[in-house]
């Protein structure tokens, strides 16, 4: 399968700072990718599509000035959680499309727990 | 009503038997249906897809599409204790645009020794 890679996988911070995940697609070109929030025990929350050279859109519920999305490239697409809050706390997983032919499958990154204190 | 509903579980079964998820779903104009596995604290790891009726196999996995019934299962031969984990059912809506997946809540199998 494709391979998608996240970093970092961990991050504790103080409440109030922002923090940037990154997102890589390392074999294939993804023009769309994908940011999920997941609590525990709690089902995958699609948080926002981002796609490559114009603007994410995100779910409904979902603030956009709180989770900015940037996906300046074809392999990578970076979330930055702005003025984080214990709230934040979750486990954030990237998505991206690898398209051969008509076929689309979505492979996930590995996912980074993000704990605010 | 939930657009693609699955069983939380657990679904306990001893090891060397036939585990079967099943899934249903709302859309019926979905187009494709993704099987995931998570393991806890681990992202979902894609095990197979179909987007035709009928089955798929794959190693130890089959799928299984009904699109009149709109339902999608899953059989996994031969279970190991490995396969314990949560199985999420997805499904790209007719409407949902960019490719977007519409996730289960998931089931959890329990592999027994």
């Known amino acids: 399968g494709a391979v998608v890679s996240q970093h970092p996988s961990w991050v504790i911070c103080k409440s109030g700072t922002s923090v940037k995940i990154e997102c890589r697609s390392l074999d294939f070109q993804a023009t769309t990718m994908f940011w999920y929030r997941q609590f525990p025990k709690q089902s995958l929350m699609l948080m926002a599509t981002s796609n490559e050279g114009s603007k994410a859109t995100y779910e409904q519920g979902v603030e956009k000035d709180k989770f900015l999305i940037n996906h300046a490239s074809l392999t990578l697409s970076t979330l930055t959680v702005t003025s984080a809050h214990p709230e934040d706390s979750s486990f954030y997983i990237c998505s991206a499309i690898m398209a051969r032919g008509f076929q689309e499958t979505q492979y996930f990154g590995p996912g980074t727990r993000l704990l605010v204190l | 009503q939930k657009e693609v509903e699955q069983n939380s579980g657990p679904l306990s079964v001893p090891e060397g038997a036939i585990a079967s998820l099943n899934c249903t779903y709302s859309d019926r104009g979905s187009q494709s249906f993704f099987w995931y596995r998570q393991y806890s604290g681990k992202s979902p790891e894609l095990i197979m897809f179909i987007y035709s009726n009928g089955d798929k196999e794959d190693g130890r996995f089959t799928a299984q599409l009904n699109k009149a019934s709109q339902y999608v299962s899953l059989l996994i031969r031969d279970s190991q204790p490995s396969d314990s984990a949560t199985y999420l059912c997805?499904?790209?809506?007719?409407?949902?645009?960019?490719?977007?997946?519409?996730f289960g809540a998931g089931t959890r199998l329990a592999v027994h020794p």
């Open positions: 997805a499904v790209t809506p007719f409407s949902g645009g960019y490719n977007k997946l519409i």
